[in-house]
């Protein structure tokens, strides 16, 4: 049993919702515990298609709340962290079957106009018989269009939070599992579990937020047993990585005859990123993976564009994740709402607990501003929203400010290459000189793991961003996972059980 004293919030969950809400509680001065069973970003927030985008698609199922907020939310995002997200182009040929050009235009024009531009181009109309972008394609997309959007390191942008978060005094333990909660007068009980070690204990908080993804109708119904009607629809969405398809910068967005469409992005350099489906997920989320019929819907979507036929051959990687849209009784996977919907419940007054459903990466901070005014009835205290102007760790440098940073770290450490360089300040932002620290030459670095990944940065990964395993290392705070071979992972794996280095926000 605790003696502690009581928590102002318990948070269940270290996606991107769960980590959003805890860094801006913590900033306007509440007392908060986040909770994650695996690791941050474990499930969909590192999953995503990785965009700060307003969403094209959803202006035709009418969603221009959604798509507003999401527009106008991305550049605020980007100046946060010009490290981990920047600007994009996407190229959306015109395919004669599908929607007309002038239904193109409208979309563009409102995509352009709706959210407010200062940092993004705007929509330009290309001649793809000419355009660079044209040249991958089939010859008969002649026309298309450029408009703009973001990209983002999403299981970074998770773990930036995080680590901001108990920087301004919460406290978060990863492989701790909530294993149930119950109202005891005016306070919460809620068992733990560290699944690390298997100890058991109990904390109280005044407030909970289940920000559980795909298992929030699991934790609201089976973990806490309140009764009601609100759940989930598990929608799966998997992606496929190839060798890269293309010789330049620009995504593409392709329309598929079933209304759907797919992006193929270019990623970690010799990359491409193909994606998504939108599936019905049934079972367990953690078991999601990108079944054969969904690579073959992926690689014959892509092929439709593409003048070399993309096929599952081309495949190094595939990803998976489950959307936890909220349940409007849509008729289809791809028309339930992508919004997001906040359902609080107290008893007289006390104890309230507030179930976060849907959303998305690009909204996560609005919808982080929205949970605690939702919670803010029960905190008279409670701060202004203080997060739009904020950078996250490693973000203190303007938006187009990158290459500059880099040139700099690289003076700073003439023994590290480019290509070490870009990945640290594109991975840490102005964090890379602790990253590297007093280091004078590559011996400085401590053990080589392969590809550029030494000793020191795991060091850090370990005692800054709450990594404990190999996992955590290359498919989340990096993705050195399409770089390094097996046995070079289980060295770092052994390593890492083995070194005695003290990992951040173990629980106690
Ligand atoms: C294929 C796909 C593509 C997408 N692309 C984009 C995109 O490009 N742009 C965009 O803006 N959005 C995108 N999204 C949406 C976005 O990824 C999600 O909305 C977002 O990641 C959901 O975050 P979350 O924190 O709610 O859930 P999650 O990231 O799933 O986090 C929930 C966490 O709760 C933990 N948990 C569960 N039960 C317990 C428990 N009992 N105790 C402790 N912890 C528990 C889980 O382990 C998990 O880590 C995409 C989604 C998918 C699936």
């Not at 969950?13 to 900033?27: K, L, V």
């Not at 962290?81 to 002038?102: A, C, E, K, T, Y």
């Not at 204990?201 to 699991?218: D, F, H, L, R």
């Not at 705070?477 to 794996?493: H, M, Q, V, Y």
Request: hydrophobic share 40%.
């Amino acid at each position: 049993m605790s003696t502690q004293s009581p928590y102002d919030v318990v948070i269940i969950g270290g996606g991107i919702n769960g980590c959003g809400i805890a860094r801006d509680a913590a900033g306007r001065g509440l007392s908060a515990l986040l909770c994650e069973k695996d690791d941050l970003a474990q499930a969909t927030s590192s999953a995503s298609t990785k965009l700060f985008h307003g969403g094209l698609r959803y202006l035709e199922y009418y969603e221009f709340r959604l798509v507003r907020e999401a527009l106008i939310e991305r550049e605020v995002l980007l100046r946060a962290m010009p490290h981990i997200s920047w600007p994009m182009r996407f190229v959306l040929p015109h395919h004669s079957g599908l929607r007309p050009s002038w239904l193109l235009r409208l979309g563009l024009f409102l995509y352009d106009h709706l959210g407010g531009r200062k940092i993004l181009p705007p929509t330009e109309a290309l001649n793809l018989k000419t355009h660079v972008a044209g040249k991958p394609l089939k010859d008969i997309y002649t026309k298309g269009f450029e408009y703009s959007d973001c990209w983002v390191e999403d299981s970074r942008l998770v773990v930036l939070n995080a680590r901001d978060a108990e920087a301004r005094g919460a406290t978060i333990k990863t492989r701790t599992r909530v294993e149930g909660a119950r109202r005891d007068g005016d306070l919460w009980l809620v068992d733990l579990k560290d699944t690390w070690s298997g100890e058991t204990y109990q904390v109280k908080t005044k407030a909970i937020i289940n920000c559980g993804g795909p298992w929030v109708s699991e934790i609201l119904h089976d973990r806490i047993h309140e009764q009601s009607k609100d759940g989930v629809r598990l929608v799966r969405g998997s992606h496929i990585v190839t060798k890269k398809l293309f010789d330049h910068d620009k995504s593409y967005i392709f329309q598929q005859s079933d209304g759907r469409i797919i992006f193929a992005i270019p990623y970690e350099d010799d990359f491409t990123l193909i994606g998504t489906t939108d599936v019905d997920h049934a079972g367990d989320p953690k078991d999601a993976v990108c079944t054969q019929d969904e690579i073959e819907y992926l690689t014959s979507a892509a092929s439709e564009y593409f003048a070399t036929p993309v096929t599952a051959d081309d495949v190094v990687w595939t990803f998976s994740g489950v959307r936890p849209l909220y349940d409007d009784n849509a008729s289809s996977a791809t028309e339930a709402t992508r919004d997001y919907v906040l359902k609080i419940r107290d008893e007289n007054g006390k104890t309230p607990l507030l179930n976060v459903f849907g959303g998305k990466i690009t909204t996560y901070r609005k919808l982080a501003e929205a949970a605690l005014s939702e919670i803010k009835g029960y905190f008279p205290s409670l701060g202004k929203s203080w997060t739009g102007a904020q950078p996250l760790p490693g973000g203190d440098f303007p938006v187009d400010g990158a290459g500059r940073l880099a040139l700099e770290l690289g003076a700073a450490y003439p023994f590290a290459s480019d290509r070490f360089i870009v990945r640290l300040i594109k991975a840490y932002g102005t964090d890379a000189y602790s990253v590297l620290g007093d280091a004078r030459s590559e011996s400085d670095l401590g053990r080589h793991f392969g590809w550029d990944l030494y000793e020191r940065e795991v060091q850090w990964l370990m005692s800054h961003e709450y990594a404990r395993t190999a996992e955590d290392i290359i498919w989340r705070r990096s993705k050195l996972g399409l770089r390094l071979n097996e046995n070079e992972i289980a060295t770092l794996e052994h390593w890492m059980q083995t070194a005695g280095v003290e990992v951040s926000a173990v629980a106690s």
